[in-house]
């Protein structure tokens, strides 16, 4: 459809009505899930909640353009560090099409003892990417890469730009050709639904944090807590009251 790029890199109309389908499963809970997880954040820090939404009522409109979402600062913070540090896939994985040598940022040890300075790969290799743990790694965000800090993205670490992931100097959306191809969207989407959250409510955990959990199902991890049954659901219990001025 494109027509700046050459002929045999474009999709067909039927290309790109196939992807329609991925756009909407696997956008679908991935998005719901990142906004669930910036609620459980807000509604702990109340401080940023506020601060969040005295940013969001400087806004004439109701309906916001992309750009005017885009444009407000603390509102893309809260969505970088939420991607960051509650990622929707906590984990991926990828199959190697050929041989190849993974270069490391450091040498290590191998299993046998030996000093490498690469990682060694065969055809049909099956390669695990931890997308959560990168994410809070402290060799790449500092010693509170644990904590959820909005703030921290004023000045991201040296380490942190050379993540190598296709947005946000994290692998939430993955990275390379096979990275995520609906990001721009999901990110439009968690702003436009934050926006009109928070300008709109006030949050509060319905229970105490620590009876919160996660768990991790097919494709995202959820928040769950356990019931008088014993048994766990996927929920977040939150109190929501209508914001007054």
């Not at 940013?55 to 885009?70: F, K």
């Not at 040890?109 to 290799?125: A, N, P, T």
């Not at 931890?130 to 790449?140: A, F, Q, T, V």
């Not at 959820?222 to 001025?245: C, E, W």
Request: net charge negative.
């Amino acid at each position: 459809m494109a027509t700046d790029i050459p002929e045999d890199q474009r999709l067909t109309d039927d290309e790109v009505l196939a992807q329609v389908p991925t756009f909407i499963v696997a956008g679908h809970e991935t998005t719901s899930t990142a906004t669930t997880w910036a609620l459980f954040s807000l509604s702990q820090q109340l401080d940023m909640q506020r601060k969040l939404r005295a940013e969001l009522l400087q806004v004439a409109t109701d309906s916001p353009t992309m750009d005017e979402l885009n444009a407000l600062p603390y509102l893309d913070a809260v969505v970088r560090e939420t991607l960051r540090h509650h990622a929707p896939v906590p984990s991926t994985s990828r199959q190697a099409f050929e041989d190849d040598a993974i270069p490391v940022d450091a040498p290590y040890k191998d299993r046998y003892g030996r000093v490498r300075e690469h990682i060694e790969i065969k055809k049909g290799d099956l390669i695990f990417l931890p997308i959560m743990s990168l994410n809070r790694r402290k060799e790449i965000w500092g010693e509170d890469a644990h904590e959820f800090k909005p703030e921290r993205w004023e000045h991201i670490p040296e380490a942190a730009t050379r993540v190598p992931g296709v947005w946000g100097n994290m692998l939430t959306f993955i990275g390379g050709p096979r990275a995520c191809i609906g990001y721009r969207f999901s990110l439009v989407e968690i702003k436009a639904l934050l926006f009109a959250l928070v300008r709109a409510f006030e949050f509060e955990l319905a229970v105490p944090v620590e009876n919160i959990k996660r768990r991790t199902g097919i494709i995202t991890t959820r928040p769950v807590i356990t019931g008088p049954d014993g048994k766990t659901k996927a929920s977040l219990p939150l109190i929501i009251r209508p914001y007054r001025m």
